[in-house]
């Protein structure tokens, strides 16, 4: 069945109804999904946190400070 998506797919997709209810642990505002670089990102914080296997990973110590290239890429959005 060519229309069903392989696992890989299905551990790549964040369910829409998570991502309504998950906010930035350290500023408790909404995120941003980031689907090519699977992470969530924080505009009020500068942070992204990652997603493995489908999880996002929530912790302050696991998420990656955003760079100034990609603070201003935010404020476009």
């Known amino acids: 069945m060519a229309d069903e998506p392989n696992n890989d797919d299905r ?4 369910d829409p109804r998570l991502l309504e209810i998950l906010v ?3 500023t ?3 995120l941003l999904y980031d689907e090519a670089r699977q992470e ?5 914080a500068s942070l ?3 997603i493995r296997d489908g999880i996002p ?3 302050e110590e696991e998420a990656r400070q955003l760079d100034d290239e990609e603070r201003r890429a935010l404020t476009r959005r």
């Open 24 to 26: 930035c642990p350290r």
């Open 40 to 44: 969530l990102i924080s505009r009020a």
């Open 28 to 30: 408790k505002t909404s």
């Open 11 to 14: 551990i790549n997709r964040i």
């Open 57 to 59: 990973i929530m912790l």
């Open 48 to 50: 992204a946190y990652p």
